[in-house]
């Protein structure tokens, strides 16, 4: 039973424009979210994450949604730069603080020039 | 500030040895959690180490096990080996009491 889900496998999004990345989970209990991001070869690198007290958190062109109701959060990355080209994990917790986190199956992006 | 290091980064074994993985977290951070990220599975949680103490583990036998040293440095161990623990494994460190974590290159185990 997936408990995160990342629907999309892939996408592709012109440079410059805007990339939304969509997870959806299916515990209740989760209440932290995280975002992630991987290059290959390398580790996954935290990118942003929020409580589940909030529905919006911002970080320079990173702002990460939380629709509790729907069990829907998504990650928006404005403007889109080539270097953001990588797999991207959401992960869910059933705390802040605890360590298990509970990982979607990653969404490849790809800026184009 | 050194990051997360594991080693080694690339291991080749045979179906039914063990295998010791190693990992040194980042200054300061005494928590230390591994993952196991497959095509299949995708990344799944392993177990948390915090004060050498084992504080979460996942699903997964008792073949894998680990343990963390009182200078926070964790190993992780896998017995009798099987062809589908064939994987990168992933370990990160964090703040006590903070749920971001940062990882490592990853070990990538290949079973043959």
């Known amino acids: 039973d997936q408990q995160v889900k990342q629907n999309s496998p892939s996408l592709s999004v012109q440079e410059g424009r805007i990339s939304i990345l969509n997870c959806d989970y299916t515990n209740s209990m989760f209440d932290y979210f995280l975002w992630y991001k991987k290059y290959p070869a390398e580790g996954p690198t935290f990118l942003i994450s929020i409580s589940s007290i909030k529905d919006k958190n911002e970080d320079g062109r990173f702002t990460v949604f939380l629709n509790k109701s729907a069990k829907h959060l998504s990650l928006h990355i404005v403007p889109s730069q080539p270097g953001d080209s990588a797999v991207y994990f959401c992960?869910?917790?059933?705390?802040?603080?605890?360590?298990?986190?509970?990982f979607g199956q990653g969404t490849r992006l790809t800026i184009n020039p | 500030k050194a990051g997360v290091t594991q080693t080694p980064r690339y291991l080749i074994k045979t179906r039914g040895q063990q295998v010791t993985l190693s990992c040194s977290p980042i200054s300061g951070h005494r928590s230390v959690s591994w993952y196991q990220q497959t095509p299949g599975q995708g990344l799944q949680f392993l177990f948390e180490?915090?004060?050498?103490?084992?504080?979460n583990k996942g699903n997964f036998p008792g073949r894998f096990s680990g343990r963390q040293f009182s200078n926070s440095r964790s190993e992780m161990n896998v017995s009798t080996l099987e062809l589908g623990d064939s994987a990168l494994y992933l370990c990160?460190?964090?703040?006590?009491?903070?749920?971001?974590?940062?990882f490592g290159q990853g070990t990538r185990l290949t079973v043959v």
């Open positions: 180490y915090f004060s050498e103490t084992q504080r």
């Open positions: 992960a869910a917790s059933v705390e802040q603080g605890a360590q298990k986190l509970v």
């Open positions: 990160a460190s964090s703040f006590r009491g903070k749920t971001e974590a940062f």
